[in-house]
């Protein structure tokens, strides 16, 4: 995700590339190859030239010597694309197990800038978004996240304050933009901490300011539920439905984080949302694996969706 000027058009692709998931990229690399071998067959097969046919000949020649050339060179650029695709992932994950193990924030406040916006993007890629990464233009400039679910469109913009607080004109800044692209709503997320100015300007708006402390949070409560997914996956080709049925819930808007330290509700729902498509959930007791014989909330889109809950 860090960001650098690109020194050649091969280094553009081999990076759009890499934001897609790394299987992507090497499906691209075979498609690439198949395509353009055929093409430099079929230009090089041998032509009969006619009286007006030079410029076409020529033409031709360029094209088919372009598709030879091609035939190597894409696949190669899309593998590398598909390589450092695989790298981010596992940066990005290697970054959210270091944090969720972190005693305090100052893990997060040690970062770079770039780790840091890495760190969040992959934040709300556990919470079910799909994120793009904008490439913002520096350590503090611009939108730096796009994040898509349920059809609505939310901007991050991230700083990385370690000494001042993050004053409102951030906040309106992001404000500014939303209104400008007509996003649904927006994060600012920060290592450190806001003004109260800043957080008096998001009341009645659709924005959140996320702190240091409750972006840990959030890394922690992901970890968890990555880890219970992990826990009953084995369990997929044999859960039992409990009796218990639960009605589909019409989509909703993606919930924002709840804050590091928050009182819980008085009473919780009896069948929670999925937190991956929002869907209802349904009581199952894993058959298999390490969690056998313990009960968890399992979507109702499944297999569709494999959203889980703990069972509280």
Not at 162 to 175: H, I, M, P, Q
Request: with cysteine; proline share 6%.
């Amino acid at each position: 995700m860090a960001r650098r000027n690109r020194s050649s058009p091969l280094e553009g692709v081999m990076d759009l590339v890499a934001l897609l998931p790394w299987w992507a990229g090497v499906g691209l690399a075979l498609l690439g190859y198949l395509l353009l071998s055929q093409l430099a067959a079929a230009w090089a097969q041998p032509v009969v030239a006619h009286p007006g046919q030079t410029g076409a000949l020529v033409q031709g020649a360029l094209l088919g010597a372009l598709a030879t050339l091609g035939q190597y060179v894409v696949p190669v650029v899309c593998l590398a694309g598909a390589a450092l695709s695989a790298w981010r992932r596992h940066q990005r994950r290697a970054l959210v197990d270091a944090v969720a193990h972190a005693p305090a924030a100052g893990t997060i406040e040690g970062m770079s800038w770039s780790e840091f916006e890495m760190l969040v993007g992959e934040a709300y890629r556990l919470q079910g978004f799909q994120v793009t990464e904008t490439g913002g233009g520096g350590p503090d400039g611009g939108v730096d996240l796009v994040l898509t679910r349920g059809g609505e469109t939310f901007l991050v913009q991230c700083r990385q304050w370690r000494a001042s607080k993050v004053g409102v004109d951030t906040v309106r800044e992001l404000f500014g933009v939303m209104a400008a692209r007509g996003a649904t709503g927006g994060f600012v997320v920060t290592s450190g901490r806001f003004t109260n100015e800043a957080k008096l300007f998001t009341q009645g708006r659709n924005l959140q300011l996320v702190d240091g402390p409750r972006l840990l949070a959030m890394l922690q409560q992901a970890q968890q539920s990555r880890s219970a997914v992990a826990a009953v996956i084995a369990a997929h080709g044999g859960v039992h439905h409990a009796p218990v049925a639960a009605p589909a819930a019409a989509p909703a808007r993606p919930a924002m984080p709840a804050a590091a330290g928050a009182p819980a509700p008085a009473t919780a729902p009896a069948q929670p949302g999925c937190p991956k498509c929002g869907n209802g959930m349904v009581r199952r007791i894993a058959r298999t694996g390490s969690n056998a014989g313990g009960a968890f909330w399992g979507c109702s889109s499944f297999p569709a969706c494999r959203g889980v809950r703990q069972v509280d």
